[in-house]
């Protein structure tokens, strides 16, 4: 329904929620690490990848041996189904393969030389685009950022 001119529109009532130093600094971290993925997201799609396909790969290169899938799911916070499918499309496109060991349940996962090139050859264009997103921050503050996200993940 259009109202006239001569209608005043009422504001929605306010509720009684006092501000929470906890909720605002979830929100705040939130809210970043939204915009922190969709500023780097031409890159990842430039890559053929997603924001989260990329750091499965940035996980798998970081270790010398190959990572049980539930340990990936840990680390990029994935659920059970989400990961499954994140290495289904990783492995179609040659950047990891899945190995069982002695346990036939556990999936073993490897990355491969394919994505090891891939990372080495766009390492220089992902350091800019950190380093942008990064410029308002001190070396210092950066530290101390990396130590209270660190905190947090305890």
């Known amino acids: ?61 970081a270790v010398e041996e190959e990572l049980p899938q539930q340990e990936i799911a840990r680390r990029v916070l994935a659920s059970r189904a989400n990961i499954t499918s994140l290495i289904d499309q990783l492995e179609e496109k040659g950047l990891v393969e899945r190995h069982t060991g002695d346990d036939r349940r556990v999936k073993r996962i490897r990355i491969t030389q394919k994505a090891l090139d891939m990372l080495e050859r766009t390492y220089d264009e992902i350091l800019a685009i950190s380093a942008g997103l990064m410029k308002n921050l001190s070396s210092e503050e950066k530290k101390e950022l990396l130590r209270l996200v660190e905190k947090l993940e305890a």
Do not use: I
């Open 1 to 61: 329904m259009v109202s006239s001119d001569s209608e005043k529109l009422q504001a929605p009532a306010k509720t009684n929620l006092t501000r929470s130093l906890d909720e605002d600094a979830r929100y705040a971290l939130m809210r970043n690490g939204s915009r922190l993925f969709k500023e780097a997201d031409p890159f990842y799609r430039s890559l053929g990848l997603t924001g989260l396909q990329y750091n499965v790969l940035r996980v798998l290169e």
